[in-house]
C-alpha cells in the first residue's frame, strides 16, 4: 500500500504487517491533526518506507515523534518508542485508498469530544487498548 502527503512532496509505501487499524480519540492526535480523532494503521517501524521526499518529525511526547510533510504540513505518521521495538501508525486518511483497511476499535474514548458521534459497533477503550500496535 502506499499513500503521501496532500502536495505530493512526501509519499511513503507500507510494506509490513499492519498490527492494528483503529480510532484515537486522545488529546495529542486530537491537536495534532485538527480533528476529533485519528484513524492509525500500526505496525513495526521498519515496515514504512519513505518513498519520496522525507518528512520531518516533531517529539511530540516522550514516547513518540509525528511525522509530517514539511511544504503542506499534513500529517503522515507516528512513531512510537516502545521497550519491544518501534512502531509506526500511518493515517488511514493518507493512504492512496483510504478503504484498504478499516478501524477495528476505538482508543482513549475517555478524551473523546462531546459532539464527536462514533461507531458504537466498535470496540471502545479508556486507554489503547488490547488491539493497539502502540
Known sequence: ???GCLCGAVRYRLDG??????YCHCRMCQ??????AVAWATGPFEGVRWI???PRA????PVGRR????????PLAFEGFEPEGKTMGISLATLDDPTALRPRQHA??????SWHV???TLPQYEDEGPDSGI
Open 1 to 3: 500500500m502506499e499513500g
Open 17 to 22: 504487517p499492519v498490527a492494528s487499524v483503529d
Open 31 to 36: 491537536k495534532a491533526s485538527g480533528s476529533p
Open 52 to 54: 519520496k521526499g522525507q
Open 58 to 61: 516533531y517529539r511530540s511526547s
Open 67 to 74: 511525522w509530517f510533510c514539511a511544504d503542506c504540513g499534513s
Open 108 to 113: 482513549w474514548v475517555g478524551t473523546r469530544i
Open 118 to 120: 462514533i461507531d458504537e
